[in-house]
Nanobody, 119 residues
Framework: QVQLVESGGGLVQPGGSLRLSCAAS????????MGWYRQASGKERELVAR??????TTYADSVKGRFTISRDNAKNTDLQMNSLKPEDTAVYYC??????????????WGQGTQVIVSS
């Protein structure tokens, strides 16, 4: 079983910055992707950013140039969010996919952390 713990959400003014963190733990053999998704009220969950085991990154067009995803080590990922806009307001979810110690694949989600961008 793989657990994800997220932190770093909160209330910030437009133009401000926040840093989200996600720590994975449990029976992990390897991680293929670590990423962040978000879901705004009344909308579907969407990919924000993702980083592969090799370090290749993917970003939603709406956050390119403002958000940066990174992996501190094999099991932690951060999302640095700069120049935040009101439309970035959403619940942000960490997602990690890989193989567990027993060889089976896993695709785990965090509990979500609220980000509110408002003056």
């Amino acid at each position: 079983q793989v657990q994800l713990v997220e932190s770093g959400g909160g209330l910030v003014q437009p133009g401000g910055s926040l840093r989200l963190s996600c720590a994975a733990s449990g029976s992990i053999l390897s991680i293929n992707f670590m990423g962040w998704y978000r879901q705004a009220s009344g909308k579907e969950r969407e990919l924000v950013a993702r980083i592969s085991r090799s370090g290749r990154t993917t970003y939603a067009d709406s956050v390119k140039g403002r958000f940066t995803i990174s992996r501190d080590n094999a099991k932690n990922t951060d999302l640095q969010m700069n120049s935040l806009k009101p439309e970035d307001t959403a619940v942000y979810y960490c997602n990690v996919a890989g193989s567990s110690a027993n060889g089976f694949p896993f695709d785990s989600w965090g509990q979500g952390t609220q980000v509110i961008v408002s003056s």
